[in-house]
């Protein structure tokens, strides 16, 4: 077992599934309530929702019992920790902006950053991916 895991479970596999029908399913199995305990939030595009945890859990064993849901097998919806990243993707950044910019914007605690070790400029995207020294700093 690793010694830090994620409190972000992602559901795949979401489309025959609303987000009202998937709120209660994760309810029904977590035994904790939406908004207080946890939020879910849907990505559309990719067919995938994931689930943020407020309230303490045993994530792994909350993905363990999702899969050995019925209701969750008969839907075909699959459940896994996501992964600690040590990058985000920045969007609609003027091309104006430096990557020294953003990079002292992203270390601020103030805005919930960390040590940054890379700025990637993408200007003809608007774009800039921001490596932090350590998965902390991306909350």
Same mark, same amino acid.
């Given at each position: 077992?690793?010694?830090?895991? %994620?409190?972000?479970?992602?559901? $795949?596999?979401?489309?025959?599934? %609303?987000?009202?029908? @998937?709120?209660?399913?994760?309810?029904?199995? %977590?035994? @904790?309530?939406?908004?207080?305990?946890?939020? /879910? $939030? /849907?990505?559309?595009?990719? =067919?995938?929702?994931? &689930?943020?945890?407020?309230?303490?859990?045993?994530? $792994?064993?909350?993905?363990?019992?999702?899969?050995?849901?019925?209701? /969750?097998? #008969?839907?075909?919806?699959?459940?896994? @920790?996501? #992964?600690?990243?040590?990058?985000?993707? &920045?969007? =609609?950044?003027?091309?104006?902006?430096?990557?020294?910019?953003?990079? /002292?914007?992203?270390?601020?605690?103030? =805005?919930?950053?960390?040590?940054?070790?890379?700025?990637?400029?993408?200007? #003809?995207?608007?774009?800039?991916?921001?490596?932090?020294?350590?998965?902390?700093? =991306?909350?």
């Amino acid at each position: 077992k690793s010694a830090e895991t %994620s409190p972000l479970v992602v559901f $795949e596999n979401i489309q025959g599934c %609303s987000l009202k029908c @998937l709120s209660m399913l994760l309810e029904s199995i %977590s035994g @904790l309530a939406v908004d207080d305990d946890f939020t /879910v $939030e /849907v990505i559309p595009d990719i =067919n995938v929702a994931v &689930a943020t945890f407020i309230k303490s859990i045993d994530a $792994e064993e909350f993905v363990k019992k999702c899969s050995q849901n019925k209701r /969750v097998n #008969e839907l075909k919806i699959t459940a896994r @920790l996501l #992964e600690l990243t040590r990058s985000i993707k &920045a969007e =609609n950044i003027p091309a104006s902006v430096s990557a020294d910019c953003i990079s /002292v914007y992203f270390q601020s605690p103030q =805005n919930g950053g960390g040590p940054i070790s890379d700025v990637q400029l993408f200007p #003809e995207k608007n774009a800039a991916i921001i490596t932090f020294c350590d998965h902390k700093g =991306n909350a």
